[in-house]
Nanobody
């Protein structure tokens, strides 16, 4: 099990950028598949992107080309760089993890979750 803490959320204008961070506890962070999900009010939790192994990534079509996931295993941290943000990106962003596996778009795949960080994009 790993404890996850997200940070970096806030208010940003449309077209701007924001970087979210997810700090994880645990000594085997490099073995974890990590993912970002988001949930807007009244909507289901939505897959954003995932990273596993050293640098394998997969993104939702809605963010592909705008968002980038990366990880720093020395710092036990995964990042979500959000560029050219849109008002529809407004949501609570969650970090998720599962040990020893590839990434997945299904939120039920992941065992550990953070509390989330709010991102609000103004038009």
């Amino acid at each position: 099990q790993v404890h996850l803490v997200e940070s970096g959320g806030g208010l940003v204008q449309a077209g701007g950028s924001l970087r979210l961070s997810c700090a994880a506890s645990g000594r085997t962070f490099s073995n974890y598949a990590m993912a970002w999900f988001r949930q807007a009010p009244g909507k289901e939790r939505e897959f954003v992107g995932t990273i596993w192994s050293a640098d394998s990534t997969y993104y939702a079509d809605s963010v592909k080309g705008r968002f980038t996931i990366s990880r720093d295993n020395a710092k036990n941290t995964v990042y979500l760089q959000m560029n050219r943000v849109k008002p529809e990106d407004t949501a609570l962003y969650y970090c998720a993890a599962r040990a020893g596996t590839v990434g997945n778009t299904d939120p039920s795949w992941y065992h550990d979750w953070g509390q989330g960080t709010q991102v609000t994009v103004s038009s």
